[in-house]
């Protein structure tokens, strides 16, 4: 074995965060590498087999098989397997093909949404870099960044996004965007110098870059010492799959209720099956009919009805921006009482802009967001009549690297605002560098805190600098005060101070801009190798520019609209406290401000205790993410959680509903989320809130039909042998109920229009009962009316009708009054008859459907035997549908009486 082979482990013998403490030669020894000729074709490979691929690990996925048996994990689907397997034993195989076939239905249905939802999340995928400049065997080579081997040296410049875990071993004027890793909107710079101290937290390692990060302006040279599930992407990859995503309010209520029903099933079953063996029927008879009274007790099109339902709403959000992965998710959102919203690129358009500044004695607010030149400067405060905002501005334009192209920016986020200020002042940046050409610079230092440059202008050299605030009045003699410059006295220094401390205090970056003339005046024909630091003194301060990254427009509405849903929003990111602030009260989201270390001297309880009143959580790393929703949680609140970052995705798995960003999200938060916005807008889960209130709503109104429909037949079968009548149904009938009520009008129901005021409600409890007990009351209302007027029917036919047409016209009663219930059912306290009675076409479709059938198997006379009916006469129909008609009119008296009542009697 040759000695290059030994020890292939050792290339990464380094614990997390001790790279960063050794010496550039230190980690290229380890590594066994020359930067200047990287590693050959042959040991790169040999690494990649030993190594692996550059990749994170994938998931692993349940197979279609395992898909389509988790549609088959639910207690009322259960009970109807168990009652399909009885009805095939004694006998009944109609009943047993009908329920099975419902069954196969709502599985179909359910597989079919995730199988789409998971391919719509792959078309999403591509967050990896494809490919990457790398130095090997002394040339410069482009390979697949998943070919990336411990050792690599890799090439990285302006806009290219790191491909791996890496050690910075050169460096020219380099920064990186770290904000998808920990949350810090400005970007960091970078050097190569060892970073000592112990344990360092990623956001303070600046020798080091990280997968997934993005370069904004420089250059590097870095050696990867860590790939795939290796990295810090990696690594949060694994705290993702150790977080659990519980299960959904709808779940458990949906349990609860079958629960419930399946008592009610098995106490109605046995009393009937009592009272007809003590009547004397012949067991066979009454086992079917058993069975049939069972499959009317349970509701087994609620799981068809269900998933329809959240489907329809699935489709409804995709075409607004938005993939659902899981059915049973989007439901929760309707019970989300808190957002926990990462800020960068969510809230904000993770673009930095220019809001105020200081020029000339004189304070301008600066309007528009992000990198367009749409919006103006506007003088607040002092005569601005003497200010040239282009000469002013200049140095924003010509001391800078970076371009704004279309309105996208090319480089670093500062310099994009600064430029995209001084468009707003009337400045072509293009122009304005071809007319004034740089001669010499002396580039940004970490150190220095400044950037220069130097401009021949006629016969005179021009410096001009942009910086920090106390990096520049260090080197400035002067100020601009109106048209003309004075001394930098110890007054007017306080004016500007005082400028910068009122920026800093409102949350801005503050940055100062500033020129000045080489002494001599002479031109400056050839500079490039001079040290020019030294020239960049007697400065003529020029403006102090105050820069935030921005809320999203969009973002403040829809956080109105959340409010008014009782809905609260917490900001978490890792910027610093003041930002944080700025942004938070500019959205109008209210509550205390806490750090991350704050948090760390918190134990749970006492974070429990306090979390409602906090809003904004500052400089919080992961683990914090995951602490703040579990407190919450704690707090039984049903929490959703935005975010894009690497950073983000341990809390997106454990909040009830994680929402990650498809366009700038990373590929682990888009794995954790349950929901991927594909436009990026924090407004479009306001329009999912909705939606999901929605879905709810119309589940509760199913079950509210079906139940008074199931207690109605439980109470006029079973109450038919305790006042001497017959059975009012056959087994087929009752089936035929089930099925054309569980079909077309149920289905209808599920996809009814959102009722009026639906944003307007408080976000209800997720231990609150789809089936609660006014509730149950009320709809054993319904069924009592349904049996007698059945019964009583019934009673009347027998007296004045043959058997066969006394039982027809009872049955053809219990349809019609499903037809008028449904009415009922679409809303608790208005009234069926105002202007939302016609917004659903479906339902309409549905009903006179429902008719039309039932008017067929009546009078069609190839179809009695099967359904054991005979023909109705004119009067017969007339008093079906009059005696059915009933169950509308009390319950508009209901209404009526309800509405009535003073607001504080009311009930809810």
């Keep these: 074995m040759r000695e290059d082979d030994a020890g292939i482990d050792g290339l990464n013998q380094y614990e997390d965060g001790a790279w960063s403490a050794k010496s550039a030669s230190e980690v290229t020894a380890a590594l066994r590498v020359d930067v200047d000729e990287g590693l050959d074709a042959d040991e790169a490979n040999r690494r990649l087999d030993q190594v692996g691929a550059n990749e994170l690990a994938a998931p692993p996925r349940r197979g279609p098989f395992l898909v389509f048996l988790d549609q088959f994990r639910n207690l009322l689907i259960i009970i109807l397997m168990v009652a399909a397997v009885v009805a095939g034993l004694i006998g009944d195989f109609k009943d047993a093909l009908v329920i099975v076939a419902v069954l196969a239905f709502n599985a179909l249905l359910g597989f079919y949404q995730e199988y789409r939802a998971e391919r719509s999340l792959d078309a999403l995928k591509g967050m990896l870099v494809a490919h990457t400049r790398v130095r090997r065997s002394g040339a410069q080579v482009v390979v697949a960044a998943n070919e990336l081997v411990p050792g690599d040296v890799v090439l990285l410049e302006a806009g290219d996004r790191v491909p791996a875990d890496a050690r910075i071993v050169v460096v020219s004027g380099a920064e990186i965007d770290e904000s998808s890793l920990t949350g810090e909107s400005v970007p960091v710079v970078k050097g190569v110098a060892p970073v000592t101290g112990g344990v360092v937290a990623l956001a303070d390692r600046t020798n080091v870059a990280f997968m997934n990060t993005v370069v904004t302006r420089g250059r590097l040279e870095v050696v990867v010492t860590d790939t795939g599930m290796r990295t810090q992407m990696g690594a949060l990859a694994q705290m993702l799959e150790r977080a659990d995503p519980g299960r959904t309010p709808l779940q458990v209520q949906l349990d609860a209720l079958g629960a419930r029903l399946a008592i009610v099933a098995g106490i109605a079953v046995l009393v009937f099956f009592l009272l007809e063996l003590l009547r004397g029927e012949v067991l066979s008879e009454t086992l079917l009919n058993a069975v049939a009274l069972a499959v009317a007790a349970i509701p087994e099109g609620l799981p068809a009805v269900v998933t329809v339902t959240l489907s329809v709403g699935t489709f409804a959000l995709a ?75 200049r140095p924003a334009v010509l001391c800078s690297d970076s371009a704004i192209t279309d309105g996208h920016l090319i480089g670093d986020p500062t310099e994009g605002a600064l430029l995209a200020l001084a468009s707003k002042a009337g400045l072509d940046a293009h122009a304005t560098r071809t007319a004034i050409p740089r001669v010499a610079e002396v580039p940004f230092d970490s150190s220095a805190k400044f950037m220069a440059t130097f401009h021949d202008v006629e016969s005179r050299t021009v410096v001009l600098a942009k910086g920090a605030w106390e990096a520049l009045v260090a080197r400035a003699t002067s100020a601009a005060v109106g048209a003309d410059p004075q001394s930098l006295t110890d007054d007017l220094r306080t004016v500007w101070s005082d400028a910068a401390e009122q920026m800093a205090e409102q949350g801005l970056r503050v940055l100062a801009v500033a020129s000045a003339q080489l002494p001599d005046g002479s031109r400056m024909e050839e500079a490039e190798g001079e040290d020019l630091s030294a020239a960049v003194d007697g400065l003529t301060l020029l403006a102090l520019v105050g820069l935030l990254d921005p809320p999203r427009p969009e973002a403040r509405i829809a956080i109105a609209r959340c409010a008014s849903a009782g809905i609260e929003v917490k900001m978490i990111t890792g910027d610093h406290p003041a930002t944080a602030r700025t942004i938070a009260t500019d959205l109008d989201i209210p509550g205390e401000v806490i750090t991350g270390s704050e948090l760390d001297e918190l134990d749970d309880n006492q974070l429990s205790a306090r979390i409602d009143d906090l809003g ?293």
């Design 616 to 908: 904004v959580f500052a400089r919080v790393a992961p683990e914090h993410k995951v602490r703040i929703v579990k407190a919450l949680q704690e707090n039984r609140r049903v929490v959703a959680m935005t975010g894009d970052g690497v950073n983000d995705a341990p809390a997106l798995k454990s909040a009830d509903i994680g929402i990650a960003m498809g366009i700038t999200g990373t590929e682990v938060s888009k794995e954790a989320a349950a929901m991927v916005l594909t436009d990026d807008n924090f407004a479009t889960i306001v329009g999912a809130v909705e939606q999901g209130r929605t879905i709810y709503d119309n589940i509760v109104k199913f079950v509210r039909f079906q139940l008074s429909t199931n207690l109605g037949a439980i109470l006029a079968m079973v109450g038919a042998p305790l006042v001497g009548l017959p059975v009012p149904f056959a087994a087929i009938q009752v089936l035929w109920i089930n099925l054309i009520m569980d079909g077309p009008p149920a289905m209808a129901l599920g996809v009814d229009p959102p009722q009026p005021g639906v944003m307007d409600a408080q976000p209800r409890s997720p231990s609150a009962r789809i089936l609660t007990s006014r509730r149950l009351v009320h709809l054993m209302g319904f069924g009592a009316v349904m049996a007698v007027g059945t019964l009583g029917v019934l009673a009347y036919g027998l007296e004045v009708f043959s058997d066969e047409e006394a039982l027809t016209l009872a049955f053809t009663t219990f349809v019609f009054y499903q037809v008028f219930n449904v009415f009922n059912a679409r809303n608790e306290r208005r009234s069926a008859f105002g202007r939302h009675a016609f917004t659903n076409y479906r339902l309409w479709v549905a009903l006179v459907l429902v008719v039309f059938l039932q008017v067929a198997i009546v009078e069609v006379d190839a179809l009695h035997g099967r359904f054991k009916t005979t023909d109705l006469s004119t009067a017969s129909w007339v008093t079906a549908i009059v005696v059915a008609s009933s169950i509308l009119l009390v319950e508009e008296l209901r209404k009526l009486g309800v509405r009535l009542l003073p607001a504080g009697h009311q009930p809810r």
């Design 319 to 393: 075409r607004r921006g938005a993939i659902v992965k899981r059915l049973a998710s989007v439901e929760t959102l309707g019970c989300t009482s808190v957002i926990c919203s990462d800020k960068t690129g969510t809230l904000t358009v993770n673009q930095m802009t220019a809001r105020r500044m200081f020029a000339a004695g004189c304070w301008f607010d600066v309007t528009g967001e992000g990198y367009g030149d749409e919006g103006a400067i506007r003088p607040t405060d002092g005569d601005a009549s003497g200010v040239d905002l282009q000469q002013v501005l």
